[in-house]
């Protein structure tokens, strides 16, 4: 199986600051690695899909980069909406696999 | 309205089974494949299984953790996913949430999710 990590697990940070999540994957995985927000209570909500491609109505501050094993999500600048968990998840192959998740919580 | 509508979770004992129901609707369900993702209260997300489309004849195919004791059967007249559990653990425990694949086999929709909590 796939092994994903996440890094950090946790940050506080400020409505404006850009906030920067890296997800590794234990072998290579392409290009196919996907972008979860999940506030509490609620299911996942795709954000970004094939590392880079933004989901249609999610706003233009979120994005995605890299191939390979390293990825980053990046929020240009946090809104008091996108205070919530970000999970990543690989799929390339089965069983499908996910991050164990960044909470991002208000400084 | 394009959507996902869970149900069946509930309170059942260690060896035990139990159904879940997954509702679609606004969207050609037969084209799609579907799975079923879980989430341990406070814990994060975890494959279950999926079901493929049409086009692939319906097989599915499970994670490790649940293989020989769930079953995800679709009917396709109805709209309808489902995952039958049998031989329930406590560590079965989670929400389980039905998702809809898209073709780059990411998951677009999600349903609310149904909780299911085994224990004596």
């Known amino acids: 199986d796939i092994q994903m990590t996440q890094s950090p697990s946790s940050l506080s940070a400020s409505v404006g600051d850009r906030v920067t999540i890296t997800c590794r994957a234990s072998q290579s995985i392409s290009n196919y690695l996907i972008w979860y927000q999940q506030k509490p209570g609620e299911p996942p909500k795709l954000l970004i899909y094939a590392a880079s491609s933004l989901q249609s109505g999610v706003p233009s501050r979120f994005s995605g980069s890299g191939s390979g094993t390293d990825f980053t999500l990046t929020i240009s600048s946090l809104q008091p909406e996108d205070f919530a968990t970000y999970y990543c998840q690989q799929s390339y192959s089965t069983p499908f696999t996910f991050g164990p998740g960044t909470k991002v919580d208000i400084k | 309205e394009v959507q996902l509508v869970e149900s069946g979770g509930g309170l059942v004992q260690p060896g035990g089974s139990l159904r879940l129901s997954c509702a679609a609707s606004g969207f050609t369900f037969s084209d799609h494949y579907m799975d079923w993702v879980r989430q341990a209260p406070g814990k994060g997300l975890e494959w279950v299984g999926r079901a493929r489309n049409k086009v692939n004849s319906y097989t599915t195919e499970y994670a490790a953790s649940v293989k020989g004791r769930f079953t995800i059967s679709r009917d396709n007249s109805k709209n309808s996913l489902y995952l039958q559990m049998n031989s329930l653990k406590t560590e079965d425990t989670a929400v389980y949430y039905c998702?809809?694949?898209?073709?780059?086999?990411?998951?677009?929709?999600w349903g609310r999710g149904t909780l299911v909590t085994v224990s004596s």
């Open positions: 998702a809809r694949e898209n073709s780059g086999w990411y998951f677009d929709l």
